[in-house]
């Protein structure tokens, strides 16, 4: 019996889901530990099987074959997801987005019914616009201006920069330029103007990651350690706070000092 759409997008989000719960901390630890590049020889042994599959001429076989491809398309979406790229909304807005672009003669204004001949003459110029298109670095900072991840789509763009040597020679000389931002932001905070204040907020993260990425370490991981540090930390000084106590009544200058202590004692 056919499906129809609403019951197509119901097995299609159950099975990100899937995916999502497998990927999690409660879910299979051989899923987990899987990457980008650890997935490519699966992808390409399912993309064979499914060849294989067709070739056999098996319906059933064929529809297996393509239920474990989409898994690994899937998978990969979700890994993505997780490092703040894309996720596989985004994957089936861009092949949308392409296959519209590639059928003018379908969904734009070029001649209806035009034949396969003239059809497969208009891929190869789309298609050569597309590649031109997808070398402009320009174009490819712009698809990362809206990962998921700011940080992650910051550091894209700035390695897309660096391509061409449009980058600071050292993470010294770029450490020049957060001392530069700093400075701007205390005078955009004098003047009480809160768009500056976020602009000049903005140039300053964005230097920071220049720093990280020139310096060799992750910045994701940094700020993950140093969250973590300042949690540790908190919760000794909560302790100590407590026993005299509470937080109620105490001055900044009193919980500072709960703080010293605790970074003294390392």
């Known amino acids: 019996m056919k499906k129809n759409n609403e019951q197509i997008s119901a097995e299609f989000i159950r099975l990100v889901e899937i995916m999502r719960t497998l990927r999690s901390p409660e879910g299979c630890s051989w899923d987990r530990k899987q990457t980008h590049a650890t997935m490519a020889e699966h992808l390409a042994e399912e993309a064979h099987e499914v060849v294989e599959a067709i070739q056999s001429g098996d319906a059933l076989h064929i529809k297996e074959e393509l239920g474990d491809l989409l898994m690994t398309i899937?998978?990969?979406?979700?890994?993505?997801?997780e490092n703040g790229t894309f996720d596989m909304a985004?994957?089936?807005?861009?092949?949308?987005?392409?296959?519209?672009?590639?059928?003018?003669?379908?969904?734009?204004?070029?001649?209806k019914g035009a034949d396969p001949e003239k059809v497969v003459a208009m891929w190869g110029e789309i298609k050569k616009q597309e590649k031109i298109d997808r070398k402009r670095l320009s174009n490819r900072m712009r698809e990362a201006v809206n990962f998921t991840s700011a940080m992650a789509g910051a550091e894209k763009i700035q390695a897309e920069a660096a391509s061409v040597g449009f980058d600071f020679p050292d993470a010294t000389s770029a450490l020049a330029k957060i001392k530069e931002e700093t400075g701007e932001i205390e005078m955009a905070i004098a003047a009480q103007n809160r768009e500056e204040v976020e602009e000049e907020i903005g140039d300053l993260l964005f230097a920071v990651l220049n720093v990280s990425r020139l310096s060799g370490v992750d910045a994701e991981q940094c700020l993950r350690k140093a969250t973590a540090k300042f949690v540790e930390r908190f919760t000794r000084v909560e302790t100590l706070v407590e026993t005299d106590g509470g937080f109620a009544g105490k001055s900044l200058a009193e919980l500072d000092k709960y703080w010293d202590r605790i970074k003294l004692e390392k």
């Open 90 to 111: 985004d994957v089936s807005a861009g092949i949308c987005e392409k296959l519209i672009n590639r059928h003018p003669h379908v969904f734009g204004a070029e001649e």
């Open 74 to 81: 899937v998978f990969n979406a979700q890994i993505a997801a």
